[in-house]
């Protein structure tokens, strides 16, 4: 057990929370867990962590980290029935972490709710998915009161191995978060489309994507979605549905700062198409549930093109130990 360390409480054991909290406790710290499902907690309970019963039972940890879906889930897993800091200014962690992606005003409005009660609240979004966390390539972005973050960034270290960014007072980190994944929209539709453009024109998904990870255009991102787009894997990282609403939080923050974002608005129009395509399928949600890395399959079909998996795989660049 790692000596002289705060007492640590996570929220939040999906995709994301689970491997994340994981890295804490290969870190030698003390972390309590909650989750809505306890039975997806379990698993950690043998690598050493305590589980809970309710958010409330964290109250008497000294940092609380949350990774949830929503800006309401936050709101009911802090201040709900039963919530973390539903006792008002009784006890309860001095610093809150929010790992989530949610907008400024939610953000705001819970900021200003904990400060009332005497915590302080950093938002601490992250860029990647469960494989990179497992393959110490997640990375994040920090705002808020400095001092806090000074406490808590060995536990954000943990976890976010490829680095931390702390950006200032605030919701800026938040802003952050929400232009990398509007990026992340214009960048994978974009992707989709030329590939989709060599495929027709008679080259192979693989040797495409070979080259262009080897140009001065290849990527993390594009290394590790190339395996996907070859071989139809679209295994959950992220929907597109919650891309979905990510670019509209991109665009409603470029309409409060009159900041044009032309290409933003027709990726997202061209994204929209997939939720459309999901009604010929013969469950549209379980279409909807599949990683976004999908919208190659859309564009095809919008092309004209019915995809196979092409049976070669590809490194992502995410194996873990060499595997």
Known sequence: MAQNTHRIGWIGMGRMGTPMAEW?????????????????????????????????????????????????????????????ASKGKGKMP???????SIGVEDSQAIRDQLGEMGAQFLAVPVSGNGKCVKASKLSAVAS????AYDIAKPYIDAFARAGTSYVGEGELARICKIAHNVMLGVVIQNLAEITILAQKHGVPRHAFLEFMNNSVMGSTFTRY???????????????????????DLGLGAGRKHHVPMPVTVAAREAIQNHVGAASLKADPKAYLEEDFAALLETHALLSGLKLKSEGVPVPTGLEVDGH
């Open 94 to 100: 001095k610093i809150f972490v929010d790992c989530s």
């Open 24 to 84: 804490l406790l290969k870190s030698g710290y003390d972390v309590s867990l909650w989750n809505r499902t306890k039975s997806k907690a379990e698993p950690l309970e043998k690598k050493g962590a305590k589980l809970v019963d309710a958010p409330s039972d964290l109250a008497g940890v000294d940092i609380i980290f949350t990774m949830v879906s929503t800006g309401k889930d936050l709101k009911q897993v802090y201040f709900g029935e039963n919530g973390v």
């Open 144 to 147: 808020g009161p400095k001092a």
């Open 225 to 247: 979605k190339s395996n996907s787009l070859v071989n139809l894997d679209w295994t959950t990282t992220f929907t597109t549905e919650l891309l979905l609403k990510d670019l």
